[in-house]
C-alpha cells in the first residue's frame, strides 16, 4: 500500500511559521514597543528578561549574551579555564559544547554516553580526572536531564566545576529542579529552533554565585564594568533588545509548549508500539523532559531519512560525526573510547516535532516510516 499523500505538504522538523502566527499580535507589539524607544542593546528589556528567566528557573542570576556558543565561553573565562586545562564533556554534542573549551586554550576530553537517553555515562567519568582536570561539562541531550546529580556528587569529590549546557532543555527538570542550576554554572540557547527560541541568536548563562555573575557581566562587554575601563579581556556578547522583549513575550508559553511536546512524544511512543525496526526514547524517572528532540533508534537510518526526505517528511541527524572525529580535533592525540558514541552516531534519527505538529501528521509520518521499514 503506497500511503505517500498529494495533499499532504512538506512536513518540517519544526515549523516556526506556525509558532509566530500563533502569538503574532504580542509578539508584534513589543518589537514595535523596542523600534519606538530608542534602547536596543542591553535596556529594560534585557532587564527584565533576566529577572524574569530567574524566577522561572530558580537561579539567583541569569546573564544573557549573543548566543549559546558565547554562553559556554564565558563561563569557562568566568572559572578561569585557560590552556593546559582539560574539560570532560560527551563527544555525542553540537560541536559548540567543545568548541568552547577550545577556544580558551583548554583541551576537551570525551566521555562515552549511554545507549537509552543518550546522556553522559557517569561511570566513565572519574576514570579521566586527573591533575589537569578542571571541570566537567555535561550536556542535557535532545531535553532529557542527564544525572546531574551524581556528577555534582564527582565534581565535588575531586574538587571540579560543573558547567550544564542547557542549550537543548530549558523547562527540564530532575526531581522537580530546573536544569542549570545544579553545577555552578548552566548555559542556554535560544536559537529559533530551540524550545524558547527568539528571531535571530541569543543565549543566557545560570549561575547562583554572586562572584560568578558579576565576572561574566564584565566579560560580556569587553571586560568593563565601567564604560571605556577595562580590567580583563572579555567578549562583546550582549543580548540586544528585540530579541529580548521576544523572549519575554514566549517565556510565558514555554510550559505550555513544553506539554504540548511531551504529549507529542507520547504519541509517537504510543504509534510505535510493537514496531520492532523502530527504538522509541525513553524518559527516566523523575526527570521531565521537555522534547526538543524526538530522537529514535533504526538499524536502517540512513536508508529511512533518505527515504523519507523523497517523501517530502524532513527528519534530521543529531549528530551524525561525533566531535572526537572531526577534523577540527584531529590534533588532539588522546585515543577516545567511545564505543556506544559511535554506535548511535549510525543509528539516531529526529522526527518532526513542535508545540502545534497535528495528530493527523504524526500519523502520517509514523505511517511511512512503518511502510519503508517494515
Known amino acids: 500500500m503506497n500511503i505517500k499523500s498529494e495533499n499532504m505538504a512538506k512536513?518540517?522538523?519544526?515549523?516556526?511559521?506556525?509558532?509566530?502566527?500563533?502569538?503574532?499580535?504580542?509578539?508584534?507589539?513589543?518589537?514595535?514597543?523596542?523600534?519606538?524607544?530608542g534602547y536596543f542593546v542591553l535596556g529594560p528589556n534585557v532587564k527584565s528578561f533576566e529577572e524574569e528567566l530567574s524566577a522561572y528557573t530558580g537561579a539567583k542570576h541569569v546573564i544573557s549574551c549573543a548566543n549559546g556558543t558565547d554562553a559556554i565561553t564565558l563561563s569557562l573565562m568566568a572559572l578561569g579555564?585557560?590552556?593546559?586545562?582539560?574539560?570532560?564533556?560527551?563527544?555525542?554534542?553540537?560541536?559548540?559544547?567543545?568548541?568552547?573549551?577550545?577556544?580558551?586554550?583548554?583541551?576537551?576530553?570525551?566521555?562515552?554516553?549511554?545507549?537509552?537517553?543518550?546522556?553522559?555515562?557517569?561511570?566513565?567519568?572519574?576514570?579521566?580526572?586527573?591533575?589537569?582536570?578542571?571541570?566537567?561539562?555535561?550536556?542535557?541531550?535532545?531535553?532529557?536531564?542527564?544525572?546531574?546529580?551524581?556528577?555534582?556528587?564527582?565534581?565535588?569529590?575531586?574538587?571540579?566545576?560543573?558547567?550544564?549546557?542547557?542549550?537543548?532543555?530549558?523547562?527540564?527538570?530532575?526531581?522537580?529542579?530546573?536544569?542549570?542550576?545544579?553545577?555552578?554554572?548552566?548555559?542556554?540557547?535560544?536559537?529559533?529552533?530551540?524550545?524558547?527560541?527568539?528571531?535571530?541568536?541569543?543565549?543566557?548563562?545560570?549561575?547562583?554565585?554572586?562572584?560568578?555573575?558579576?565576572k561574566l557581566r564584565q566579560l560580556r562587554v569587553h571586560g568593563s564594568s565601567v564604560r571605556y575601563v577595562h580590567d580583563v579581556i572579555g567578549l562583546n556578547s550582549r543580548l540586544d533588545e528585540i530579541q529580548a522583549a521576544i523572549l519575554r513575550v514566549q517565556l510565558k508559553y514555554l510550559d505550555q509548549w513544553n506539554k504540548k511536546r511531551l504529549e507529542a512524544a507520547l504519541y509517537y511512543n504510543e504509534l510505535f508500539e510493537g514496531f520492532e525496526p523502530v527504538v522509541t526514547p525513553v524518559i527516566k524517572p523523575d526527570r521531565k523532559h521537555i522534547f526538543h528532540q524526538y530522537t529514535i533508534k533504526t538499524k536502517k537510518r540512513d536508508l529511512l531519512s533518505e527515504k523519507l526526505k523523497e517523501r517530502n517528511i524532513e527528519s534530521i541527524i543529531y549528530y551524525p560525526i561525533p566531535i572526537h572525529k572531526q577534523k577540527a580535533f584531529s590534533h588532539l592525540t588522546q585515543e577516545f573510547n567511545l564505543p556506544i558514541t559511535e554506535k548511535i552516531a549510525g543509528e539516531i534519527l529526529s522526527l518532526p516535532i513542535y508545540p502545534e505538529i497535528t495528530r493527523d501528521i504524526q500519523k502520517y509520518v509514523v505511517n511511512n516510516v512503518k511502510e519503508i521499514l517494515g
Do not use: R, W
Not at 506556525?18 to 519606538?36: F, G, T
Not at 549561575?207 to 558579576?214: M, P, R
Open 11 to 37: 512536513v518540517q522538523i519544526v515549523d516556526l511559521a506556525s509558532h509566530y502566527n500563533a502569538i503574532k499580535n504580542e509578539i508584534d507589539e513589543a518589537v514595535m514597543k523596542v523600534l519606538s524607544s
Open 81 to 214: 579555564i585557560k590552556q593546559g586545562d582539560e574539560v570532560i564533556t560527551p563527544s555525542h554534542s553540537f560541536f559548540a559544547t567543545s568548541e568552547s573549551i577550545a577556544l580558551v586554550g583548554a583541551t576537551p576530553v570525551f566521555v562515552d554516553i549511554k545507549e537509552d537517553d543518550f546522556n553522559i555515562d557517569i561511570e566513565k567519568i572519574e576514570s579521566l580526572i586527573n591533575k589537569k582536570t578542571k571541570a566537567i561539562i555535561p550536556v542535557h541531550i535532545y531535553g532529557q536531564p542527564c544525572n546531574i546529580d551524581k556528577i555534582i556528587q564527582i565534581a565535588k569529590k575531586h574538587n571540579l566545576f560543573v558547567v550544564e549546557d542547557c542549550a537543548q532543555a530549558i523547562g527540564a527538570k530532575l526531581n522537580n529542579k530546573c536544569v542549570g542550576t545544579f553545577g555552578d554554572l548552566g548555559t542556554l540557547s535560544f536559537f529559533p529552533t530551540k524550545n524558547l527560541g527568539a528571531f535571530g541568536d541569543g543565549g543566557a548563562v545560570l549561575t547562583n554565585s554572586d562572584e560568578l555573575a558579576a
